[in-house]
């Protein structure tokens, strides 16, 4: 018999699955989830960034209701909060704290991006911090074909903070810079002057701003004491903070980032996930510091040195001119290697055409296999 569960539903099931299964090793423990009522009663005064919520104003407390609510019922995600803050939260708060910033700020990255480096919007915000392609170029972030620091818990959390101080010096709060970090300053610039208030509870804004700054309270609150929320994990739950070396790498050329990869004795996919701004497989010709794992810095210039030398001995190359009645697919049979590499090495998106006079690069599919078994 086929049974229709209501898509409400799922967060729940989910979280009373988990909550009878062992994990990680662990004795299952029973769940003890407080009621939804109760978790509304804030016992103390609310703030954020020292700045009151004005929470006895009942319009206040219903929106603020309202997001605690919603937060606390996808219990998945705030499983996922709490599990991913040991691996970026650390790094954020000291770049807070040396900035002299508030350490609430650190809860609008988890806001926005539930600490996820490559998730976007559809409105084309990517990163830690959501930055649209220019504001995070304004604020100093690289965003070309080979890197998108918006996706780099260094880069982004340092073009935030800047752009924090900028809002705060024009708008004079906190609450207000965060609003305008949602919405943009000139919008809510315009809409403070219309309406003839400076106070953000007071302000008609877009509906996903009038929400954000509760939002960014509910996590602030969980965040505070999770296991008065029934999130209750072991030291062991939590994933591992990010452990690195720094190295500085000069690429005379493009450079395939399985180079940097064996020169730090891992493997491609350990790059891209330590360094999460780097797009596609190559680095571009220039200076960079790449993250490899801890210990892999011992050794690495020689490595690397050697890798170069090799890698320019065996890959041999030609440039093919693409003539009329030609499509990849074509190409890349007539000279023996995959469609894949073959988009790989011209930077070619599957969906784009290709036109008569186009140059390819076509490497040495012989030399190249050779160069990956070893």
Known sequence: MKVNIPKTFIPL???????????????????????????????????????RVPLKEWEVRERFEKELLLSLWDRPQVILWLKRSTRYLPHIEKALRESGMPDDLKYVAIAESALRPHVGSNKGAIGFWQFLRGTGRKHGLVIDEYLDERRSIFASTRAAIEYFTELKIRFKSWTLAAAAYNMGEEGLGAEMLEQGTENYYDLYLPLETQRYIFRILSVKLIFSDPQRYGFVLAEEDFYPPLTF???????????????????????????????????????????????????????????????LEEYATARKERIYVVKSGDNLTLIADRFGVSLSSLLIWNRIDIKNAIHPGDRLTIYNVDANNDREKE
């Open 245 to 307: 070396d720094r190295i500085h790498v000069e690429c005379s050329q493009e450079i395939p980032i399985r180079i940097i990869a064996d020169a730090a004795k891992t493997h491609f996919k350990e790059i891209k996930d330590l360094n999460t701004e780097i797009r596609g497989h190559y680095l571009s010709k220039g200076k960079h510091e790449i993250l490899v794992p801890e210990g892999a810095s011992k050794g690495f210039q020689a490595r690397y040195k050697a890798n």
């Open 13 to 51: 099931l989910f979280t009373l699955l988990l909550s009878n299964v062992g994990l990680y090793g662990h004795s299952p423990v029973p769940a003890e989830f407080p009621s939804l009522v109760s978790s509304l009663n804030v016992e103390t005064s609310l703030e954020f960034c020292n700045e």
